[in-house]
């Protein structure tokens, strides 16, 4: 069965400050995608980035950066310089493709809410 | 830039009555889903609708739940007899390669 696990329920940082989300997956396939996904206060979900099972290089964007680890499972999720605005849940989710390969299903974590104080 | 838009941002209702939510997923896309997340918890997946039929459905989406286009622009999800467990927010999704989302549905059942 898959699983996507966030331990971190609520992280609290001050404004300027690195933050790392942490995600780990559970799936017996070996094609799927990984998601992160932010919710801010006013409560739409934002695709931040999608990455397949295939491709385990890191990538950068601004001020966010994605680490995939395929050995450990984890995906996880650094904001550099954090600002206010960050403040938001943070969702990861798993997307397992169905038998005919075309379609996915997001299973989601149950994210974690980041507070950035000024 | 076009997006997912969800009507209506709110919707009130006494247990047992039949809600309708509206979707207008992104014009090219050709896959459709609905997700809800239950206050303070995790988003959970629903349904996914792909050539006019479902492509797959989780345990969540029983008899009560049912989903159409009933045109070319408009995706609905129909609960027919609503539960108080049934208030939650109720996300429409639409996708070519990633899964876009609407800004969502509260649903309140009193």
């Known amino acids: 069965a898959q699983k996507v696990t966030q331990a971190q329920t609520e992280i609290s940082v001050v404004e300027k400050e690195d933050v790392t989300l942490d995600c780990v997956y559970e799936?017996?396939?070996?094609?799927?995608?990984l998601f992160w996904y932010k919710q801010p206060p006013s409560g739409e979900l934002v695709f931040l980035i999608r990455?397949?099972?295939?491709?385990?290089q890191n990538e950068i964007s601004g001020r966010y950066s994605w680490n995939f680890q395929k050995s450990t499972s984890s995906f996880n999720f650094t904001i550099t310089a954090s600002q206010v605005v960050d403040s938001a849940v943070y969702f990861c989710?798993?997307?397992?493709?169905?038998?005919?390969?075309?379609?996915?299903?997001?299973?989601f974590g149950k994210g974690t809410l980041l507070t950035v104080n000024p | 830039e076009p997006e997912v838009t969800q009507t209506p941002s709110h919707q009130v209702t006494q247990m047992g009555q039949e809600v309708i939510l509206r979707c207008v997923p992104i014009s090219n896309h050709l896959y459709f889903y609905w997700y809800r997340q239950i206050l303070g918890q995790k988003v959970e997946f629903l349904v996914s609708?792909?050539?006019?039929?479902?492509?797959?459905k989780s345990e969540i989406f029983d008899d009560q739940f049912s989903v159409e286009r009933p045109d070319g622009s408009n995706f609905t999800l129909k609960i027919r007899s609503t539960k108080l467990e049934d208030s939650a927010m109720y996300f429409c999704?639409?996708?070519?390669?990633?899964?876009?989302f609407g800004p969502g549905t509260r649903l309140t059942v009193l």
């Open positions: 999704a639409s996708r070519w390669s990633e899964q876009f």
């Open positions: 990455r397949n099972s295939f491709d385990e």
């Open positions: 989710a798993l997307g397992l493709t169905n038998s005919g390969g075309s379609n996915y299903k997001l299973t």
């Open positions: 609708f792909y050539n006019n039929e479902i492509s797959e």
């Open positions: 799936t017996r396939d070996t094609t799927y995608y």
